[in-house]
């Protein structure tokens, strides 16, 4: 009999109802997760596919965007949160419904959709908004953190960290995603001791999360690593290994996460 692990999957859905009508609630059955944290659900509570506000042992919460069809952070768990917060302070990044700060017992897990830096005329205009973002994320975190809290951030970070984490990093030295100053955000937690949970276990190329939805991209592997967990110093010790699943369907993105040790909780 295998060791119980509590099992965080993390999953960009791109509108959570397409992906319901593409076989989320079958792939929710097989998943063996514990926490499901989903970004871009695109859609008000009163909108949620009626399969989603039915299911049994599951607790569910959603914060949406102010804005209709427009981001939105959900969090499937089978433990109820000790506490839930969907403020990072700013009201200009709260409208957007982009965070979920779940508490259970001494993890804490951030559900979020980092904004994407191009704006509505492709171009760049959003990237000094996303890099606040980040900034205000990191200063809210690092409370948690000095409290002794084991911090977990899971969702889609809208940046490819390293030359390896993209199928054509020289193509996109000036796309929003993989611009200096966006990688350097990174660098910056990395830096202040945070982990990429992924990277930790495993260094080989050709491991992506995100691909466009451009003919054949995703069956030829062209692809970004967007997707992440990244962890505490001391939540990563209870890090038993991380994945990445992109053989699962139903989004532009794939699901990625974590197993931990079941004492995270403690």
Known sequence: M???????????????????????ADWLKRSRATIVALQEVRALEDELPECLCRLRAWHSSFFPARRRGYS?????????????????????FDVEGRVQLARFGRLLLANVYFPKGSGR??????????????????DRLELWRRRG????????????????DLARPKDNVE?????????????RWMAAGWVDTFRHFESAPG???????????????IGWRIDYVLATPSAMAYVRRAFILPHVFGSDHCPVGVDLDPTVYD
């Open 2 to 24: 295998s060791t119980p692990v509590v099992r965080l999957v993390s999953w960009n859905v791109n509108g959570i109802r397409a992906c319901v009508r593409k076989g989320f």
């Open 72 to 92: 939105g952070v959900g969090l499937l768990t089978r433990r109820v949160p000790d506490e839930l917060r969907t403020s990072v302070g700013e009201e200009r």
């Open 121 to 138: 005329n492709r171009d760049n205009s959003r990237v000094p908004y996303k890099l606040d973002f980040y900034r205000c994320l990191f």
């Open 149 to 164: 809290m084991h911090v977990l951030v899971a969702g889609d970070f809208n940046t490819a960290h390293g030359v390896i």
């Open 175 to 187: 796309t929003s995603g993989f611009l200096p100053e966006e990688r350097a955000e990174l660098d």
């Open 207 to 221: 491991q992506y999360t995100w691909w466009s939805q451009r003919s054949g991209c995703r069956e030829r592997n």
